[in-house]
T-cell receptor, first 116, second 113 residues
Framework: GNSVTQMEGPVTLSEEAFLTINCTYT??????LFWYVQYPGEGLQLLLK?????DKGSNKGFEATYRKETTSFHLEKGSVQVSDSAVYFC???????????????FGQGTILTVHP | EPEVTQTPSHQVTQMGQEVILRCVPI?????FYWYRQILGQKVEFLVS????????KSEIFDDQFSVERPDGSNFTLKIRSTKLEDSAMYFC???????????FGDGTRLSIL
């Protein structure tokens, strides 16, 4: 079945540091890939997406590139801010011959804390 | 994208009682989903709902669970006889298409005593 594996957390960085959160997936065919972010006390918010190989999703300074050859979708940001402190979830959605109605399979989440 | 609203934000219930969690609809959303997140664990898919019927469900979604969207009103998740292990955050998600991004509510924290 489909699965998503994220790097273990928590991740603690100083403001303006470079961020990478690794995400790899297992799936047949061509899933769509997503990063969701969960700020304290809030729900899941879509951060970015990519729907096919070599697509780069980007938003709010975050980027992730869909790498089919390595089955990866690593999240990066060049300079993090305190306000980026949150839990980040990698997820995939797979339309298997049209029989799947887009359910998301999530990674375990990575807690990011950014200090001033 | 319009905000997804869930009610209540927190529900405390005695074991064995029924609970109903609600998700406020947006008219152009056709696909609805429920997920849950047990504390410290992954977000897990429960069920998807399209055209007023269940389109897919996970092994978690057993006979104790049901969903409905009566007359285009709130999309609800009902747990008939709650167990301690049902304690979790329950998220509603909606999208305009099965291959479109899903947008989540802030969740309902369900605590079973």
């Amino acid at each position: 079945g489909n699965s998503v594996t994220q790097m273990e957390g928590p991740v603690t960085l100083s403001e303006e540091a470079f961020l990478t959160i690794n995400c790899t997936y297992t799936a047949t065919g061509y899933p769509s890939l997503f990063w969701y972010v969960q700020y304290p006390g809030e729900g899941l918010q879509l951060l970015l997406k990519a729907t096919k190989a070599d697509d780069k999703g980007s938003n709010k300074g975050f980027e992730a590139t869909y790498r089919k050859e390595t089955t990866s979708f690593h999240l990066e940001k060049g300079s993090v801010q305190v306000s980026d402190s949150a839990v980040y979830f990698c997820a995939l959605s797979h339309l298997a011959g049209g029989t799947s109605y887009g359910k998301l399979t999530f990674g375990q989440g990575t807690i990011l804390t950014v200090h001033p | 994208e319009p905000e997804v609203t869930q009610t209540p934000s927190h529900q405390v219930t005695q074991m064995g009682q029924e609970v109903i969690l609600r998700c406020v609809p947006i008219s152009n959303h056709l696909y609805f989903y429920w997920y849950r997140q047990i504390l410290g664990q992954k977000v897990e898919f429960l069920v998807s709902f399209y055209n007023n019927e269940i389109s897919e469900k996970s092994e978690i979604f057993d006979d104790q669970f049901s969903v409905e969207r009566p007359d285009g009103s709130n999309f609800t998740l009902k747990i008939r006889s709650t167990k301690l292990e049902d304690s979790a955050m329950y998220f509603c998600a909606r999208s305009t298409g099965s291959n479109q991004p899903q947008h989540f509510g802030d969740g309902t924290r369900l605590s079973i005593l």
